[in-house]
């Protein structure tokens, strides 16, 4: 379908490159285990593609589905897909290719001409269904190349494609990382450059993430209806360059003092993911509950839901 061939890097090997970056496939993926993979970067991003492998050695069946090219900052906006005028990024298919399409050798590995929130929507309608064989269980966005965090919810493609998901009926999840560049998804042979170690890095951490949420024990549904979660990974260096080296607190995204959170580490009121983001050089990871229509912060009871579900992984904010 596409007039160029992508050569496909799997980071099997590139991840062991990565100190204490652990392979997590050797973990058995949960039984909920469909993935589409929807991003604002672009299909042909270094962080998307190193998310694609470490799922599916992970033993998730994943579909990605991303805009042709670089669509930042979208937020929720929509537009019918149409035929590329420009060729997709990093000239990976040419100008007049199909308004959607897959790798030719990798099919898999798909593109939506449109925004962020089409992607997502067109891989759980569309891709899913075909390469797959049914809807998806969950959708992972990103990780975002830069955080999203605050007010930058409204804005935010990757938010827009995770509350999309989530509208369709779709539990979904914004990944975001502030580290890197945005760069293609050849890079990743590069091992030791940073870009890579911390791609690599980040894709593992997901991994770890969705082990434990579609693994829960906890009854009722992934998430609650009406709830996504905004997860936003600290910036990659020496001291935060292991999988273990991280922690995940419960946070919020915007501050309300008249508004009581779900009791957690003793208190009522969540921290602010803007303070709890590597704050004092800390490798804490935020994550964030957040109603999908308005971006807005998730209710105690939906709050503690979530909480249930991932109680294993989570620190209080140090």
């Given at each position: 379908m596409l007039g160029h061939i992508l050569v496909v890097i799997s980071s099997v090997g590139l991840a062991l490159a990565v100190p204490g970056a652990r392979v997590l496939a050797d973990r058995q993926a949960p039984a909920a285990n469909k993935i589409v993979l929807a991003n604002d970067?672009?299909?042909?991003?270094?962080?998307?593609?190193?998310?694609?492998?470490?799922?599916?050695?992970?033993?998730?069946?994943?579909v990605l589905s991303a805009p042709a090219?670089?669509?930042?900052?979208?937020?929720?906006?929509?537009?019918?897909?149409?035929?590329?005028?420009s060729e997709c990024e990093y000239n990976t298919c040419p100008v007049g290719s199909p308004?959607?399409?897959?790798?030719?050798?990798?099919?898999?590995l798909c593109y939506v001409n449109a925004y962020p929130a089409d992607a997502a929507?067109?891989?759980?309608?569309?891709?899913?269904?075909?390469?797959?064989?049914?809807?998806?269980?969950?959708?992972?966005?990103?990780?975002?190349?830069?955080?999203?965090?605050?007010?930058?919810?409204?804005?935010?493609?990757?938010?827009?494609?995770?509350?999309?998901?989530?509208?369709?009926?779709?539990p979904a999840a914004a990944f975001s990382a502030d580290f890197?560049?945005?760069?293609?998804?050849?890079t990743l042979s590069n091992t030791s450059s940073p870009n890579t170690q911390a791609a690599l890095l980040y894709s593992q951490l997901t991994v770890k993430f969705l082990n434990v949420l579609l693994a829960s024990p906890a009854p009722g549904p992934i998430l609650p209806s009406g709830v996504a979660l905004d997860i936003n990974y600290p910036a990659y260096s020496s001291a935060c360059s292991?999988?273990?080296?991280?922690?995940?607190?419960?946070?919020r995204i915007f501050w309300d003092p008249?508004?009581?959170?779900?009791?957690?580490?003793?208190?009522?009121?969540?921290?602010l993911e803007?303070?709890?983001?590597?704050?004092?050089?800390?490798?804490?990871?935020?994550?964030?509950?957040?109603?999908?229509?308005?971006?807005?912060?998730?209710?105690?009871?939906?709050?503690?839901?979530?909480?249930?579900?991932?109680?294993?992984?989570?620190?209080?904010a140090a």
């Amino acid at each position: 379908m596409l007039g160029h061939i992508l050569v496909v890097i799997s980071s099997v090997g590139l991840a062991l490159a990565v100190p204490g970056a652990r392979v997590l496939a050797d973990r058995q993926a949960p039984a909920a285990n469909k993935i589409v993979l929807a991003n604002d970067d672009g299909w042909a991003v270094a962080n998307i593609r190193a998310q694609f492998d470490a799922l599916t050695e992970a033993g998730y069946d994943v579909v990605l589905s991303a805009p042709a090219e670089n669509q930042s900052g979208k937020g929720s906006d929509s537009e019918t897909p149409s035929v590329l005028t420009s060729e997709c990024e990093y000239n990976t298919c040419p100008v007049g290719s199909p308004a959607t399409g897959c790798n030719a050798t990798s099919p898999n590995l798909c593109y939506v001409n449109a925004y962020p929130a089409d992607a997502a929507t067109y891989g759980i309608s569309t891709f899913a269904p075909k390469l797959l064989g049914s809807a998806p269980d969950f959708v992972v966005s990103g990780p975002n190349v830069g955080s999203n965090i605050g007010l930058s919810a409204f804005f935010s493609g990757t938010i827009g494609a995770a509350s999309a998901s989530s509208l369709a009926g779709i539990p979904a999840a914004a990944f975001s990382a502030d580290f890197g560049d945005q760069v293609s998804y050849t890079t990743l042979s590069n091992t030791s450059s940073p870009n890579t170690q911390a791609a690599l890095l980040y894709s593992q951490l997901t991994v770890k993430f969705l082990n434990v949420l579609l693994a829960s024990p906890a009854p009722g549904p992934i998430l609650p209806s009406g709830v996504a979660l905004d997860i936003n990974y600290p910036a990659y260096s020496s001291a935060c360059s292991t999988v273990d080296a991280f922690t995940w607190v419960l946070t919020r995204i915007f501050w309300d003092p008249f508004v009581d959170d779900v009791e957690t580490c003793g208190s009522d009121h969540l921290p602010l993911e803007s303070d709890v983001l590597g704050a004092n050089g800390s490798c804490q990871i935020s994550v964030s509950m957040f109603n999908p229509s308005d971006k807005l912060d998730a209710s105690a009871a939906q709050q503690a839901v979530v909480l249930g579900k991932i109680s294993s992984i989570l620190s209080c904010a140090a």
